[in-house]
T-cell receptor, first 116, second 112 residues
Framework: NAGVMQNPRHLVRRRGQEARLRCSPM?????VYWYRQLPEEGLKFMVY????????ESGMPKERFSAEFPKEGPSILRIQQVVRGDSAAYFC??????????????FGSGTQLSVL | QKEVEQDPGPLSVPEGAIVSLNCTYS??????FMWYRQYSRKGPELLMY????GNKEDGRFTAQVDKSSKYISLFIRDSQPSDSATYLC????????????FGTGTRLQVFP
């Protein structure tokens, strides 16, 4: 049973380009969370999605960032017109159902985004 | 003021020592408290979680929650070099979301 799969592991972009980060949840999991980890900081919640629905995007920057979790395929975190401050590790987590079942919340290994 | 405060360390201890890691928080709505271990360039993995106040033990690890003081701790007994990692506390108010609020993490180094 594969864990949460994130790709690419490393992504290098120049300022102004677009970054697309992918997350395939664990089999049977329909809830996906994206977190960002900046150097010397803890993980910060960005967005919570269920299939075809954004449930909570309170941690997403208002501009340039978007996320989706289509009926088929992985969840995508998209960053348009990247800037150096977007350089961070982006982690995805998935769970079968939300709340109170933290032993079933699993994180992927992350995508390290570097903006030149 | 951050919702969750955690000393970043680094904390360096000899093998076999008892390690104490702590977090304080400000939001009294938090009910679920977790400790994650994160190795370099890896995702966090859950070590322990507790609901409300009290203690929970699992092998060499003990988690304590004191809601009256808004203070949580993780103790590691008989620490091993393989315990060297960053330890993150995380909290949630629950209620149908796994939205977690993390501390910044404490880097632990256990030397032989």
């Amino acid at each position: 049973n594969a864990g949460v799969m994130q790709n690419p592991r490393h992504l290098v972009r120049r300022r102004g380009q677009e970054a697309r980060l992918r997350c395939s949840p664990m089999k049977g999991h329909s809830h996906v969370y994206w977190y960002r980890q900046l150097p010397e900081e803890g993980l910060k919640f960005m967005v919570y999605l269920q299939k075809e629905n954004i449930i909570d995007e309170s941690g997403m920057p208002k501009e340039r960032f978007s996320a989706e979790f289509p009926k088929e395929g992985p969840s995508i975190l998209r960053i348009q017109q990247v800037v150096r401050g977007d350089s961070a590790a982006y982690f995805c987590a998935s769970s079968p159902r939300p709340g109170q079942f933290y032993e079933k919340l699993f994180f992927g290994s992350g995508t390290q985004l570097s903006v030149l | 003021q951050k919702e969750v405060e955690q000393d970043p360390g680094p904390l360096s201890v000899p093998e076999g020592a008892i390690v104490s890691l702590n977090c304080t928080y400000s939001n009294s709505a938090f009910q679920y408290f977790m400790w994650y271990r994160q190795y370099s360039r890896k995702g966090p993995e859950l070590l322990m979680y507790t609901y409300s106040s009290g203690n929970k033990e699992d092998g060499r690890f003990t988690a304590q929650v004191d809601k009256s003081s808004k203070y949580i701790s993780l103790f590691i007994r008989d620490s091993q070099p393989s315990d060297s990692a960053t330890y993150l506390c995380a909290m949630s108010a629950g209620k149908n979301t796994d939205k977690l609020i993390f501390g910044t993490g404490t880097r632990l180094q256990v030397f032989p």
